[in-house]
């Protein structure tokens, strides 16, 4: 009776552990720190406590207080992709930051957490911030989401981030802009955005791209090629060849012409340009890290 208990144990102990080692990821990232939920739960909110304003404006040119790794990769999905740090904190951070200026969206002012879920090193969320969009005359909410990896260092390595319902939010800024201007003409209402548009962005170029950084012959060129050479841009075109990228691209060029410039001038540089297809933006193999814990679906991950 006694060996046949020893056996039965042997068997149920042995049954465990195939069925571990059956459920184990193939691939384990021991190298990746691993949070408590309280701590990942801290990060989310810091960072969205420095995306606010004022409190964005130091993160422009920051190094080690930026919430931003050195390598950081970057990904928003009506604009672009971003690498590195200073390119991160010039994008993320100064494009909201100027509140007397012209702009799309404005300045973020409060923001709320309403989806998380969060394991290891990395959050998923959605937050609801809160803009005033200065130059429509509306406060209005903006809904984020966001994929976060962080390093040891407590700093991001990896983002992915969506603006749910922007056709919408787009369509909401017009309809402001069509009653500040006593309208319902949609033709007339994108007219009057594209001329303050190119009038803001060319004026930058005026102040900022001299020398080699210089993109157009003069103002008049400047304004020219954008409302007449270029189309004024879809919800999901702030990355492509249109009007609307090169307002976004225009709150950078202050911090470095050289690199910025060309964003706003008749090339695009690398940024504002028609240079992929539906399929190439979607199957994009740019994450280094995989946004799924513990090593899983590595295999299977269209994205890395």
Not at 3 to 17: A, K, P, Q
Not at 240 to 265: F, Q, S, W
Not at 271 to 278: A, L, M
Request: hydrophobic share 35%.
């Amino acid at each position: 009776m006694h060996s046949h208990r020893i056996g039965y144990t042997l068997l149920v102990v042995c049954g465990l552990s195939v069925l571990t080692a059956a459920s184990s990821p193939i691939h384990y990232e021991d190298d990746r720190p691993s949070f408590s939920f309280d701590e990942l739960w801290a990060l989310q909110k810091n960072y969205w406590d420095a995306f606010l304003y004022p409190a964005n404006l130091a993160q422009i040119n920051a190094t080690d207080d930026s919430v931003f790794a050195e390598k950081v990769q970057g990904r928003v999905d009506i604009t672009r992709t971003f690498n590195g740090r200073e390119l991160n904190n010039e994008y993320i951070s100064g494009l909201f930051s100027e509140s007397d200026q012209v702009s799309l969206v404005g300045i973020p002012i409060a923001y709320n957490i309403t989806q998380f879920a969060a394991n290891g090193n990395i959050a998923s969320a959605t937050t609801v911030v809160t803009f005033n969009a200065t130059s429509f005359g509306i406060v209005v909410p903006v809904t984020i989401e966001t994929w976060f990896e962080w390093n040891t260092d407590k700093k991001i390595v990896q983002y992915d981030s969506s603006f749910r319902w922007f056709g919408f939010l787009l369509d909401t800024l017009l309809k402001a802009e069509a009653a500040r201007v006593n309208t319902t003409d949609p033709a007339v209402v994108q007219k009057e955005i594209t001329d303050l548009f190119s009038g803001s962005i060319c004026t930058t170029h005026e102040e900022n791209c001299k020398g080699l950084d210089q993109q157009y012959e003069s103002m008049d060129a400047c304004v020219d090629f954008l409302t007449n050479k270029i189309r004024f841009g879809q919800g999901f075109e702030l990355g492509r060849n249109t009007l609307l990228c090169r307002e976004v691209h225009k709150h950078m060029v202050k911090y470095r012409p050289d690199v910025h410039c060309a964003h706003i001038g008749p090339t695009g540089g690398d940024y504002c340009v028609d240079d992929k297809s539906y399929e190439q933006v979607v199957l994009n193999k740019y994450f280094r890290d995989s946004f799924i814990g513990y090593g899983y679906g590595k295999e299977q991950n269209a994205w890395i």
